[in-house]
């Protein structure tokens, strides 16, 4: 049996696994070798395979299971759009500048860094023990980069600074640049002064076609494209409701000072499911398959309480005590938590935190973001949130298309209502210019006042005052006015959005620093536990060496894996079985197989699984087998060593 | 045994078939609501699963099967890259405006079309029966358009039209605008005469970060991304040569007149291969297993006679003859040629075309495009072309970053030459400010001058001329000249590029055009006879009604059908079998599953294929088992009417 491994024998480096990282091209700065660009990235082959494999599942996992119907829409996109969205007016953030060297930074980033760097000073003076709180080393950190010293602070002030940083999203522009003035804070890079703050647009503008007259925007997130598609989607789902459409492509946001690596980019791919629902009937026809999910929730009144303490229950009960808003967004948060756990994020680092009310766009009604702990802290991944009609009713307002479902009623609605109708000819003849007044009149009465004049009428003639200076007298001649039945087959509506919104580069990110971990002997030694699911290669094919005499099973072994659909990778580059293994621990290679002479002799194969590092022999078909059941999951590895024995050998040890 | 299907009863018809496209949602002009935008389409479900399809399959044939590396690089672009690439200065068309309502037309595109439309009139004024090539049906197409009134042209007129056209890719924007103003060349829509034709560079225009200062462009292909990574490509290929990277991405190019739907838009996704290769060795590895693939050829030789005859052969023997410049090149097109066929395209319908010596790149050694033909003609849908050492050479020369191969030669290289090294104390103490002049001008020396330096200095003493006035005269303390001998162990190159370059949507597009087709009882009832490799799905199952005592079976089949990989879609909705039958004809959908009474009783289902309509029957799991085997390709109609029974009944007929 496979040896226990300790994966947490070191503490994480971060300096380790990003050099590993950039090693292994997981990704690198785009345009480097001109310098690079802040905020732009390159997958290089093991990210893109990585990203490719998460993509496929998310593929599977919900575009398959659900039915939703995929859309690829431009990313090029007329101003028009996002005037109406709201993005031109608001999707904004609030930039100040260094008054001497001109460098930008954003407004709420710098009250934060140095208010915090100033807490932690004060801290530090008074002789707190930092507790050993990401927070705290957070703070420790950001003390560093603003070259705080430690130094007492006033208790008020304290607690000033504690409130502010706890309402930071609530602040305006004009109100930040208030804060720097009273607070003094400076650029913590050079100590300068900082400008007022100004209002920088995020989207990346361009113009359309050569008159250079149809400015156009790179679009922010991928919804618009659903919501504009609204009627042929609906139409291609024979008018039926709810149906989710499904896009997963780029996006482009003009970030003011990205700093955090993959976390903060201005070019990401996302993955984002529009689901339309009648705003009448929010539950979800497969919720009792998801009912007994186990989510670890933050909602929004433990946190306007000042806590982050997450609660622990199943998505059932989550809905059931209305903490979750309805059926819908309770199952979509469910399946996005199964998908996480599936490719390989630590259900101890995943909670769902609930937007607080004021954090919300005005017309949401309820918003959960999955929140996956990393390094810097706990990050935004994947946002669900029940978008109310907002989007359908802007577009529709804005081009007079109607964004609407027509559903048939079961049991049609029957009504009565007065009706008045006037004989047109006679009452012209009678009043002339004042015809229309008169009918207007009629027509603006409500259902009490026409049954009162036609009582009136019943009595042979009554007076309708049209405005404070004009009454007529009039005939039941000239005006019937009578009971009728309408019948109501068709209701009107438009439905509701649940958007679950995916960002694509934080997962892979957060993925990898989950994977990541060293071997206890050798700290020099990382590894990436990557679940076969998403690996970049699943197999590594190793033999001895670049002899010819191998190559007739080299060539065997990857056409019968490629044939069982299992991706593998050949390295017979010109060092030791060892290294080759150790490279491949770095890329995350599940499994190696290594051909020697034995296998030309015997044709048996050495299994070697990443973690434990441990191996197994067997004949290659039997090893193939089994390899390609563990890369699919139909078998684990302890089921693994069970069919095939130990490997002993003094050959392929690492 | 199915019937015979007669699918050219009815000749092409482009409205309907559009219409199609249309009704189906494979897609639609972007922002539609709003009024579109010229050049932008987004996908509907239709579209955006078949173009998953086919990306699904480009990514096993070429990326898996030669174990590519594949990227994922940004679109966003700094300005300096493109400088270097040349696209800034010479990625651009001629354009010309309406002098008088200001529409902009590109400026050969304008001579082709007047100049044809009037050879067209000519035609018909002489009473030439036009010939059934589609040729001249654009022709007509051209000459109503343009309004041309049928009129003979002297002879010597339309040798010189014919003479322009044939060169028309030839000609500079100036000389674009001496033909108009020689040959009154005129906007067809409105009569008007045009400007003189400006340069109009076709990339989109952004800038990145929030000052402003940072230029950058959407990219126009995703080459780029791939040569300034070189470095890092080749260091995960372990120093290896020859390997290929490969990108499926959005790229961008802001066209002055979007006109043909698909074929020329202003977003596209693009799939393209980088081969780095040894300039001194154009094999490849795998060319005896492409050597016997049959191509459909047109050199450049007989396009330069003036024909456009193809020639068949294979490409071993194009290789073999020159017709195709190297191994690798003929690897690629004969890849691409089995890629295009196995997802469904017309193998009558594709040719190879080898750009003429004036049209290639200055760099470029051969270039072939694989051209598509549909209802506007030929069109290029992929580019191969050898692109030599240009990209890599100038990245590198522009960013002084080495974007080349170091290679341990076998055999070293030993050579010998003259080396002259100074006494260097001496020389300052003996020449104070001139000891540096003198030593340039040692250095300058070639072999042959410091062999008679090395002479004279043997005989006590040399006199070294610097410049016309300056003369010095040394002694072999102050310096000595020997032979030495070097090993050069290292072979040090820039690899050359060889780049096949597909358009993923005009594939996609002339794919649909070659599947479509409609039923020869009744022009209305149109098929895409999609194969089920690519077909966006693959089993549509068929309730005879919404009951609920189908429900039960149709989730068994669906969920069955989903366990064996094949993607089906349930359609309920309130309508005949036969209508849900021809919807999912126009979807492409290859077979359809129908459950009924007999399927609850006797659990037995139907079994249709989409061309033939014909119906076979089976119990539900030997049903599944047999389109599974239909869909992965094991098995074909023929063999499935050899399992399963003939369906005479009377339910489920069309």
Known sequence: MAEPVNKTAHAFDKTRFEALLNRRFFYAPAFEIYGGVAGLYDYGPAGSSLQANIIS???????????????????????????????????????????????????????????????????????????????????????????????????????????????????????????????????????????????????????????????????????????????????????????????????????????????????????????????????????????????????????????????????????????????????????????????GINPERLRFRQHMANEMAHYATDCWDAEIHNSTGWTECVGCADRAAYDLSVHSARTGHPLVVRQALKEPIITEREVAEFNKKLLGKTFKQDAGVLQKAVESMDEAELIRLKGELSQGKATIKASEDKSFEITPELLTIERKTFKQSIREYTPNVIEPSFGLGRILYTLLEHSFWAREQDEERGVLSLPPLVAPTKVLIVPLSAREEFDPLVKEVSSKLRRAGVFSRVDDSNTSIGKRYARNDELGTPYGVTIDFASVQNRTMTLRERDTMSQRIGTIDDVIATVTELVFGTVDWAEACRRLPAYDGVQAVD
């Open 57 to 343: 599942e998310w593929r599977k996992h919900f575009i398959i299971e659900d039915y939703m119907l995929e859309l690829d829409t431009t990313v090029m996109t007329p101003a028009s759009v996002f005037e109406t969205s709201g993005h031109v007016a608001r999707f904004a953030d609030w930039m100040v500048k260094d008054t001497k060297t001109g460098d930008v930074l954003r407004a709420d980033h710098l009250v934060k860094g140095v208010l915090e760097a100033r807490l932690a000073g004060d801290q530090e003076a008074r002789g707190v023990a930092a507790q050993p709180k990401d927070d705290e080393k957070d703070k420790k950190k950001k003390k560093k980069a603003a070259k705080t010293v430690a130094a007492v602070l006033p208790d008020e002030t304290v607690k000033e600074y504690e409130s502010i940083l706890a309402q930071l999203d609530n602040y305006s522009g004009p109100e930040l640049g208030e804060l720097c003035r009273k607070h003094n804070l400076r650029n913590p890079d050079t100590d300068n002064e900082v400008s007022e703050p100004q209002e920088f647009n995020l989207m990346f503008a361009s113009s359309i076609g050569p008159t250079g007259q149809h400015p156009g925007y790179l679009r922010p997130e991928t919804a618009q494209g659903h919501f504009l598609n609204f009627s042929r989607l609906l139409d291609y789902n024979n008018g039926r409701i709810p149906f989710a459409s499904a896009q997963i492509g780029r996006s482009f946001r003009n970030e003011i000072s990205p700093r955090a690596g993959l976390l903060r980019v201005r070019e990401f791919t996302m993955a984002e499911i529009e689901h339309f629902v009648d705003p009448e009937d929010k539950n979800h026809e497969k919720f009792a398959e998801a009912r007994n999910v186990e989510l670890t929730l933050l909602d929004k009144y433990t946190q306007v309480s000042g806590s982050s303490k997450v609660t622990k229950m199943t998505v059932g009960e989550a809905v059931d005590n209305g903490i979750i808003a309805n059926q819908t967004l309770g199952y979509f948060i469910a399946r996005i938590s199964q998908f996480l756990l599936k490719i």
